[in-house]
């Protein structure tokens, strides 16, 4: 099981004076107190959380209220004469899930952050987990990130989870994708595409592999992104990064609650 210490944001004043230290509040989600939770990062202000087993829940239910709940707290994010396009972009979206589900996606979030301009900038930050043949970390995040067709390698780092790949690569998407951003240059203007950079992570244990990647349509902002993806990829964590008194009320478990029962 592998998930998230949930969404960072700062609350710190935009007019703050200068040598004032941001002060950083941190939301937990449910799922990284659970025992079997095995891997942990955060994520920055304007991204939310889409629950994407949750996405084909029926109304009603509390996968239906969850699901709910996330789609209204993204709206909050964007202006309102821009709502009807991005619930549609959303409703694109769910196609997709089943085949992220197969995948070994574990975590979706969607970012909209406001451009200079006063458009929405949108984004799509996934987290997938695979079992890979046993490696020594290193290698096995060098050859990862090797394997991807047509990704330019950025970096291999020593993350404070341990070795990370780093590439990016600029996607050209079928006719018809909407893609208003401006490109950079050396991109066709005339076709649609999209920036991605990806991370390749590494389990301890060289058996398994969690790759990061953020998605945008807004190629002219890749380097913002970039640093974006750097900031949640040194947050990742494969121990426990939970102050003591929290992790005191994860609750024990089913296994543990059961031999207690037993032996006392």
Request: glycine share 8%; net charge negative.
């Amino acid at each position: 099981m592998s998930e998230a210490v949930a969404g960072t944001q700062t609350g710190a004043q935009a007019g703050a004076q200068a040598g004032e230290e941001a002060e950083f509040s941190y939301a937990i989600e449910e799922s990284a107190m659970r025992r079997d939770c095995d891997l942990w990062f955060a994520v920055p202000a304007g991204f939310v959380e889409i629950p994407i087993g949750d996405l084909f829940a029926e109304a009603g239910t509390p996968e239906g209220t969850r699901l709910v709940e996330a789609v209204n707290a993204l709206l909050e994010l964007v202006p309102e004469d821009q709502r009807a396009d991005f619930l549609d972009k959303l409703a694109e979206a769910r196609g997709l899930a089943g085949v992220m589900l197969k995948e070994g996606v574990v975590h979706v979030s969607i970012g909209a952050h406001e451009a200079d301009d006063g458009s929405m900038l949108e984004s799509v930050l996934t987290l997938t987990r695979t079992e890979i043949p046993f490696s020594p970390p290193k290698l096995a995040a060098v050859r990862a990130a090797t394997q991807r067709q047509n990704a330019v390698p950025l970096a291999v780092v020593d993350l404070p989870c341990g070795p990370g790949a780093f590439t990016e690569t600029i996607v050209e998407v079928p006719d018809g994708v909407d893609n208003r951003r401006e490109a950079p240059a050396g991109v066709d203007n005339g076709r649609s595409s999209v920036y991605e950079v990806t991370a390749y992570l590494p389990f301890p244990d060289g058996r398994a592999l969690a790759v990061l990647t953020l998605t945008t349509t807004a190629v002219g902002a890749r380097e913002h992104y970039r640093d974006i993806h750097r900031g949640i990829a040194e947050m990742v964590s494969f121990e426990n990064p939970l102050p003591e008194d929290v992790k005191e009320q994860i609750p024990e478990s089913a296994v543990a609650a059961s031999v207690r029962a037993v032996f006392g």
